[in-house]
């Protein structure tokens, strides 16, 4: 079983759309837990983080965790071309920062 | 958030030669520095991790006489890939963190290709 698990995508939205991305994670023990942006041949970028249930909202970004569920998700609300991207899912245990494989997204004009 | 350099961005080698990665942190002391490798349409696979001042910690199957790590300054860390051969090729990405919980912030990666 994979560590953090994502759908690969693509997954399509129409610009001003909602784009809904998961991710879950098999170390119960987890503590913290990220969403990073990469643009194809450039590295992540850090977009949001998230440590307690719940959602945290940045933006036009809203990530939730579900920690009983094993479960973090991240929204992107009115959606633009720009965010056109690979989002990974990333969480963190002990000190290493496990990567899922990525869900791409691509936002149509 | 904190700046990560990383250099060259791109290398292109002949195969049994060594490439050195440098990854600097520009504005904060990096305690702990990653090393990952990224094959194409996958996720970053972590390679090794680097505390300033001692010996890198590599993850199963990773060769540490093939990926030399140094960690010799809170703000530089190098990878060396050594006799690299075309299945070497990938895109190289180190990250650093000021602390144990942390953010961690990454350079602007390495495309090596080895021909």
Known sequence: QKEVEQNSGPLSVPEGAIASLNCTYSDRGSQSFFWYRQYSGKSPELIMSIYSNGDKEDGRFTAQLNKASQYVSLLIRDSQPSDSATYLCAV????KLSFGAGTTVTVRA | GAVVSQHPSRVICKSGTSV????RSLD???TTMFWYRQFPKQSLMLMATSNEGSKATYEQGVEKDKFLINHASLTLSTLTVTSAHPEDSSFYICSARTGTNTEAFFGQGTRLTVV
């Open chain 2, 20 to 23: 050195k990665i440098e990854c």
């Open chain 1, 92 to 95: 963190r245990s002990d000190y």
């Open chain 2, 28 to 30: 904060f002391q990096a």
